[in-house]
Nanobody
Framework: QVQLVESGGGLVQPGSSLRLSCSAP????????MSWFRQAPGKEREGISC????????YYADSVKGRFTISSDRSKKTVYLQMDSLKPEDTAVYYC???????????????????WGKGTLVTVSS
């Protein structure tokens, strides 16, 4: 059972930046593709980005493309989501998730994730 812990959320103004972290203490992420999801109040959970197990491939949803960047430091067992130019519509609980997929692809699809973190709240408001 891989335990994932997100951190870095908070309240920021529009146009600001935040970096979310997802750590897996005691576990190796070498064989997992990692994804970030978000869920706004009253909405379904949305896959916004993922990175393949070897960091060769990344995916971004159109809603965040050009503003968010996913990266992974497998030696530190941590995955990051750099969020720039934040908008009020980015307000949501952000979750990281691990997909048992070794290779050069990833799928930010809810049903394909094996493990989830508990989430961190990001609020973008003036």
């Amino acid at each position: 059972q891989v335990q994932l812990v997100e951190s870095g959320g908070g309240l920021v103004q529009p146009g600001s930046s935040l970096r979310l972290s997802c750590s897996a203490p005691g576990y190796t992420l070498a064989y997992y593709a990692m994804s970030w999801f978000r869920q706004a109040p009253g909405k379904e959970r949305e896959g916004i980005s993922c990175i393949s197990s070897g960091n060769e491939y990344t995916y971004y949803a159109d809603s965040v493309k050009g503003r968010f960047t996913i990266s992974s430091d497998r030696s530190k067992k941590t995955v990051y989501l750099q969020m720039d130019s934040l908008k009020p519509e980015d307000t949501a609980v952000y979750y990281c998730a691990a997909q048992m997929l070794y290779g050069s692809s990833c799928d930010a699809v809810v049903d394909r994730m094996a493990y989830w973190g508990k989430g961190t709240l990001v609020t973008v408001s003036s």
